[in-house]
Nanobody, 120 residues
């Protein structure tokens, strides 16, 4: 199984980006999934989470600006980021609990990151 994050880029403050995290075709289902980010010189921080029941949780720093959602048919999760600030600059990673077609579970499986840079 693989997770691939995409959608990062360079944007001006106040702008928007939409990140995607897609699972490989060997993945039967994505269960809970989380976004984290690591800013330069800082530790990795939790950003948002969505459960299989579509319950969402956000870090205080992104509440009201970021929205996490999922498309189960495509095994893809999105992070819509609006009103971006320079302090949102970081590498964004998705982290998920997955199940493959053999019924094997992968807990807290990390995907590759995608760079988000917000200029002032």
């Amino acid at each position: 199984v693989q997770l691939q994050a995409s959608g990062g880029g360079l944007v001006q403050a106040g702008g928007s980006l939409r990140l995607s995290c897609s699972a490989s075709r060997s993945t039967f289902s994505i269960n809970d999934i989380r976004w984290y980010r690591r800013a330069p010189g800082k530790q990795r921080d939790f950003v948002a989470r969505i459960t299989t029941d579509d319950m969402t949780t956000y870090a205080d720093s992104v509440k009201g600006r970021f929205t996490i959602s999922r498309d189960n048919a495509k095994n893809t999760v999105f992070l819509q980021m609006n009103s971006l600030k320079p302090e949102d600059t970081a590498i964004y990673y998705c982290n998920a609990d997955l199940t493959d077609y053999n019924g094997r579970s992968y807990l807290e499986f990390w995907g590759q990151g995608t760079q988000v840079t917000v200029s002032s």
